[in-house]
C-alpha cells in the first residue's frame, strides 16, 4: 500500500494533502521498494525520482481540487459558469459598447430617429439608441452608444461632430464622460448577475424588476428601490451629499429604476412587466432632474399586448444616470528600476479594477469608489512598485479615501483622470 497520502472527498469539499506530505510518501515507497537501505537525501537518483513523482501526483491533485471548485457558482469560472448559468437560463453578455448620454441641440420640434450616427473628436462612430424630439428650449437629452464594442473611452465634450446631417438639427455634446464598454462580460460580473437572476420569475419585487431589466441586450448597471408606504418619502438615506436618493422625493408606493444603456422601449417594458400593478414611478417630469447635473428621466408609452387593438397605454419613467467622473492620485516611491511605460501600466490596472476585469465586482450605480481596494492592483504591477498611498475623489486632486456615488450617477473612468505621482 502507498504511503503517499489520498485526497479526501468529505461534506466540507475536496481536501488535499500537502506538497510536503506527498514528497514524503514517495520518498517512503521508493526506499520501500528498495529494501528501507537508501539514503533519504533529495540530491540522490532516488531523491530526484520521488521529487519528480511527488510534483506529478502535486499537480493532479491540485487540477482536481479546481475541477471541484467549478461546480460552486462562487468560484466557478469559463465553461463551467456558463454551465451553471444555464439552469437559470442565462448566458453570458457579449462585449458591450461604451455609452454615452448627449444633449442635441436645434430647432424645436426636430425629430431624431433611432440609429442616427455621430462622431467624436477620435473619428468613433456613435449610434443613437432611441428616437428623440428637440424640446421647446431647443435642446434634447438623448443616449448614444459606440458602434464597436469594447472599452472605449469618450471623455467629456469629445463627441461633437454631427455626422448625419438632419434639417433642425445643430449640435451634440457629451456633458460627462462616457460609460465605458467591456469586454465579454467578466466572471465577476456574470456571478452577480446569476445571485440577482433567481428574482427574475418573480413579480413586484425589485429584485424581479432589477433582475428582468439587467438581462436586457446592452445594459451596463442597474440600481432599483421603492417607496412602499402611503406617504412621499425622501428615498433611502444613502452617504455621498446631494448626490444621492435624497435629492428624488419618492411618490407614494413607487418604485425608483436606474439603467445604464439598453434601448428606451426595451427597459420600460421589462419594468414595466415587472413591477406590482397600480405601482407610480418616482421620476421627475421628462428631461429635467431636480439638480442641475444630475441623473435625467426617460418615459416610455408601453402597450398592454394582452389585448387587441386599441391596447390599453402605460407611462412608465425611469432614470437615466449621469457620468460621473472618478479620480486617482497614486503615490510611488520613486527609485531607477521603474519602468518608463510604469504610469500607463498603474492606469491600466485601476481602469481594469473599476471595470471588474480581473475578477472584482465593478463600480456600480449608487455604490462607493474605495481607494483600499485598488492598493493590490497597483503593487501587483511588479515588485518593483513601493505604494505610498491611493487617494480618490469626484474632483481633480483628489484628497479622500472614499468617493460615494448617487443612485442617479454611473461612475465613469479614464486614464487621464490617474494621475502617478513618484516621490
Known amino acids: 500500500m502507498s504511503s503517499v497520502p489520498q485526497i479526501q472527498f468529505t461534506d466540507q469539499g475536496v481536501i488535499v494533502p500537502q506538497e510536503a506530505d506527498v514528497l514524503a510518501g514517495t520518498q517512503a515507497d521508493i526506499n520501500s521498494a528498495f529494501g528501507g537501505v537508501l539514503g533519504p537525501g533529495l540530491t540522490t537518483p532516488q531523491g530526484q525520482v520521488a521529487s519528480s513523482e511527488a510534483a506529478v501526483i502535486a499537480d493532479k491533485d491540485s487540477q482536481i481540487l479546481f475541477l471541484a471548485n467549478q461546480f460552486d457558482p462562487q468560484y466557478a469560472s469559463g465553461r463551467f459558469q456558463d454551465g451553471l448559468a444555464r439552469i437559470y437560463f442565462l448566458t453570458r453578455k457579449p462585449a458591450q459598447a461604451t455609452a454615452v448620454t448627449c444633449t442635441l441641440g436645434g430647432i424645436a420640434s426636430t425629430p431624431i430617429p433611432a440609429g442616427t450616427l455621430a462622431q467624436d473628436t477620435s473619428g468613433n462612430s456613435y449610434i443613437l439608441l432611441t428616437g428623440v424630439t428637440i424640446g421647446a428650449g431647443g435642446t434634447v437629452v438623448s443616449q448614444w452608444q459606440n458602434q464597436v464594442a469594447g472599452a472605449v473611452a469618450c ?142 428621466v426617460s418615459t416610455v408609452t408601453v402597450a398592454d399586448t394582452t389585448y387587441s387593438v386599441p391596447q390599453p397605454q402605460y407611462q412608465v419613467s425611469f432614470i437615466r444616470p449621469v457620468g460621473l467622473p472618478i479620480y486617482f492620485s497614486v503615490q510611488i516611491v520613486n527609485s531607477a528600476n521603474l519602468p518608463s511605460n510604469l504610469t500607463a501600466l498603474v492606469q491600466a490596472a485601476i481602469i481594469a479594477q473599476f471595470q471588474g476585469q480581473n475578477g472584482n465586482a465593478r463600480a456600480r450605480i449608487g455604490g462607493s469608489v474605495i481607494a483600499a481596494q485598488y492598493y493590490a492592483v497597483v503593487s501587483n504591477i511588479g515588485s518593483f512598485v513601493t505604494l505610498l498611498g491611493v487617494l480618490v475623489g469626484t474632483s481633480p486632486s483628489p484628497s479622500g479615501y472614499q468617493a460615494q456615488v448617487g443612485i442617479d450617477q454611473t461612475p465613469s473612468i479614464a486614464a487621464g483622470n490617474i494621475t502617478v505621482t513618484f516621490v
Open 155 to 296: 471623455p467629456a465634450g469629445t463627441l461633437t461632430r454631427v455626422f448625419q446631417q438632419i434639417n433642425g438639427w445643430d449640435t451634440i455634446t457629451n456633458p460627462s464622460d462616457g460609460i465605458l464598454g467591456n469586454v465579454v462580460e467578466s466572471r465577476a460580473d456574470f456571478e452577480f448577475r446569476r445571485q440577482n437572476s433567481v428574482a427574475i420569475n418573480g413579480r413586484g419585487t425589485n429584485q424581479a424588476i432589477y433582475a428582468n431589466v439587467f438581462e436586457i441586450d446592452n445594459v451596463l448597471d442597474c440600481y432599483v428601490l421603492d417607496n412602499p408606504s402611503g406617504l412621499e418619502q425622501s428615498g433611502n438615506p444613502l452617504p455621498g451629499g446631494t448626490a444621492n436618493a435624497s435629492n428624488y422625493p419618492l411618490a407614494p408606493h413607487s418604485i425608483y429604476v436606474a439603467v445604464v444603456g439598453g434601448i428606451d422601449a426595451q427597459v420600460a417594458a421589462a419594468i414595466w412587466g415587472k413591477k406590482d400593478d397600480g405601482c407610480d414611478y418616482a421620476a421627475f417630469p421628462v428631461g429635467q432632474s431636480p439638480v442641475p447635473g444630475m441623473g435625467t
